[in-house]
């Protein structure tokens, strides 16, 4: 069976979106929507429809959501309501309210609902977790995240939070396979806008891992890095060359007095594990097709998960509002 697919929204996730779909092995990439009068009138030699109705007209099966944040519900209610399926990019909603209403939505409908959470189908990421699931680490000490780099100029409804910190929420409570238990944080308006701009959050999971997520966007380089540290050793993936590399604790015996005293652990071995670097967004759109021609969630972030990211976000977003220095 192959399944039509459209995009409504093209910015830049949505030409990325209309790439991966226009060379989707099952799917017809049939066009994108968006009424902005200054983008072309083709992608990937398909039209750009300026009309709603008149694009959701030409037939689908499901559609990628890739417009500004503030208009996924009213999309979403449209696509629910024309038996449409949809993977709706992240944030799924605006606020939390709004993003429950998208679940019921599509849960009363019958319908497939995901959220674009790109991280889970990062390559290093995916191997974390199954390494973990097989007990490389042991039990699970601490993550740290950290999600830095210059403002892109294609955000403008959100702060870093709802935008690049939503990623942290997810991969986090997905590699772990726990729940954030509580979570608080501090965050900075330096560049002039309306949103933040920087936070540093911590928090606990539901098994007693501890966590904390810095994130920006006034860093003059991009990093994305994810360390998970064990009572075996610690985890490094870099999600931006999709690498991981495995620190072993030690079981040497050190000669040195002052450190042999010290109760921590010691260097041991270290590997670089050889991955096959499958593009997450290709990984992503498979998950999706499947689970649209299976009926079934499969290996997709749902709208429930997505839902429950943005509760998080939004915790911490009125957290740092609360915590604001505006004054020494």
Same mark, same amino acid.
């Given at each position: 069976?192959?399944?039509?697919?459209?995009?409504?929204?093209?910015?830049? #996730?949505?030409?990325?979106?209309?790439?991966?779909?226009?060379?989707?092995? %099952?799917?017809?990439?049939?066009?994108?929507?968006?009424?902005?009068?200054?983008? @072309?009138?083709?992608?990937?030699?398909?039209?750009?429809?300026? &009309?709603? +109705?008149?694009?959701?007209? #030409?037939?689908? +099966?499901?559609?990628?959501?890739?417009? =500004?944040?503030?208009?996924?519900?009213?999309?979403?209610?449209?696509?629910?309501?024309?038996?449409?399926?949809?993977?709706?990019?992240? =944030?799924?909603?605006?606020? *939390?309210?709004?993003?429950? $209403?998208?679940? +019921?939505?599509?849960?009363?409908?019958?319908?497939?609902?995901?959220?674009?959470?790109?991280?889970?189908?990062?390559? @290093?990421?995916?191997? /974390?977790?199954?390494?973990?699931?097989?007990?490389?680490?042991?039990?699970?000490?601490?993550?740290?995240?950290?999600?830095? %780099? =210059?403002?892109?100029?294609?955000?403008?409804?959100?702060?870093?939070?709802?935008?690049?910190?939503?990623?942290?929420?997810?991969? *986090?409570?997905?590699?772990?396979?726990?729940?954030?238990?509580?979570? !608080?944080?501090?965050?900075?308006?330096?560049? %002039?806008?309306?949103?933040?701009? #920087?936070?540093?959050?911590?928090?606990?999971?539901?098994?007693?891992?501890?966590?904390?997520?810095?994130? !920006?966007?006034? *860093?003059?380089?991009? $990093?994305? *890095?994810?360390?998970?540290? %064990?009572?075996?050793?610690?985890?490094?993936? &870099?999600?931006?060359?999709?690498?991981?590399?495995?620190?072993?604790?030690?079981?040497?015996?050190?000669?040195? !007095?002052?450190?042999?005293?010290?109760?921590?652990?010691?260097?041991?071995?270290?590997?670089?594990?050889?991955? +096959?670097?499958? $593009?997450?967004?290709?990984?992503?759109?498979?998950?999706?097709?499947? @689970?649209?021609?299976?009926?079934?969630?499969?290996?997709?972030?749902?709208?429930?998960?997505?839902?429950?990211?943005?509760?998080?976000?939004?915790?911490?977003? @009125?957290?740092?509002?609360?915590?604001?220095?505006? /004054?020494?």
């Amino acid at each position: 069976m192959t399944l039509r697919a459209g995009v409504l929204g093209l910015g830049v #996730m949505g030409r990325h979106h209309s790439r991966v779909l226009n060379e989707l092995e %099952g799917v017809e990439f049939q066009g994108v929507y968006d009424p902005s009068p200054t983008v @072309a009138d083709q992608i990937e030699g398909k039209p750009v429809v300026r &009309d709603l +109705d008149k694009f959701l007209d #030409m037939g689908f +099966d499901y559609c990628v959501v890739s417009a =500004p944040t503030t208009y996924h519900l009213d999309i979403g209610r449209t696509l629910a309501e024309r038996g449409i399926h949809a993977l709706i990019e992240k =944030p799924v909603a605006s606020t *939390t309210a709004d993003a429950i $209403e998208l679940r +019921d939505l599509f849960d009363n409908a019958g319908l497939i609902g995901g959220v674009g959470h790109i991280e889970r189908y990062n390559p @290093a990421l995916q191997s /974390a977790r199954k390494r973990i699931e097989e007990g490389l680490l042991g039990d699970i000490y601490q993550i740290t995240t950290r999600r830095q %780099g =210059p403002f892109p100029g294609r955000i403008a409804d959100v702060g870093v939070i709802k935008d690049l910190a939503t990623h942290d929420i997810d991969l *986090t409570a997905w590699v772990t396979q726990q729940e954030y238990v509580s979570i !608080n944080a501090r965050t900075a308006f330096r560049s %002039g806008r309306e949103h933040e701009d #920087m936070v540093v959050a911590v928090g606990t999971l539901s098994k007693g891992t501890i966590v904390s997520h810095t994130v !920006n966007w006034l *860093t003059p380089f991009k $990093e994305r *890095t994810t360390i998970i540290i %064990g009572e075996k050793g610690a985890l490094v993936a &870099d999600t931006l060359t999709a690498d991981l590399t495995f620190f072993e604790n030690g079981v040497g015996r050190h000669e040195w !007095n002052d450190i042999s005293q010290f109760r921590g652990v010691s260097e041991g071995d270290v590997t670089r594990f050889a991955l +096959d670097k499958k $593009e997450p967004l290709r990984a992503e759109h498979e998950a999706f097709r499947d @689970a649209v021609l299976s009926r079934g969630t499969g290996a997709i972030v749902t709208l429930a998960q997505g839902a429950a990211v943005v509760a998080i976000a939004e915790k911490l977003v @009125a957290d740092g509002l609360e915590h604001r220095i505006t /004054a020494l």
